[in-house]
Every structure is written in C-alpha cells, then in structure tokens.
C-alpha cells in the first residue's frame, strides 16, 4: 500500500508562516501528480489548496484563497512535496493532506493539523 508521510503542522499566530512536507516512494513522486487538500472540520470536504502536476515544466495551482501566500515545490533529494505558507490567516486553519493522483488511483496521507490564530 501506498504511505504518503506529512510532517510540519502545528499553531501558528496570524501573520506567521508554516511549512507542510509531505514523502512519498519514489515511483508516486515521479509517476503522480501531487497535492495538498485542506479539511476545514471532520467531515466536510476536502479541497484542493495547492498541487504540481507530472509534466517536465512542473505546473503549479493553487486555490484563490492562498494564492501568492503558498507556494508548492518538490523536492527531488527528499521525494517530497512541501508547501511553504506565509502571510496565515485563522481561515487557513484545518488539516492538511497531501494527495497522490496516479493513473490508476488516488492516494491521501494521514493529515497534519495547521491551526492559527488571532
């Protein structure tokens, strides 16, 4: 079975920064596109805050709601996608998962909570 490892959660006030990372086996890292959803509570859905695609120019998307606050990357040392998250806001409070879409299926991490402040 497919583990996907996510690391880097935590409290932070509003206006700070976290960094999320997520590992994954090499064959996922190199053959999936990769993603981080966000979980508002338990229960509700998750929705798509950043991601990179499998095409050699490594495009990017994120969510309105983030955008020019995260940025995605990969990092081919570590096979892992991170996501560095500035400028926080108490709406970007929930939990993190990362997200491998394969050809064949999809794949989510265990989740790592991100809770901020006022």
């Known amino acids: 079975e497919v583990q996907l490892w996510e690391t880097g959660g935590g409290s932070v006030q509003a206006g700070g920064s976290l960094r999320l990372s997520c590992k994954a086996p090499?064959?996922?890292?190199?053959?999936?596109?990769l993603g981080w959803y966000r979980q508002i509570k338990e229960g509700s859905e998750r929705n798509m805050v950043a991601?990179?695609?499998?095409?050699?120019?490594?495009?990017?998307y994120y969510s309105d709601s983030v955008k020019g606050r995260f940025t995605v990357s990969k990092d081919n040392a570590e096979n892992s996608l991170d996501l560095q998250m500035d400028g926080l806001k108490t709406e970007d409070t929930g939990v993190y998962f990362c997200?491998?879409?394969?050809?064949?299926?999809?794949?989510w991490g265990q989740g790592t909570q991100v809770t901020v402040s006022s």
């Open positions: 997200r491998a879409i394969c050809t064949v299926q999809s794949y």
């Open positions: 090499l064959y996922v890292y190199k053959n999936c596109g």
């Open positions: 991601s990179i695609g499998i095409r050699a120019d490594g495009s990017t």
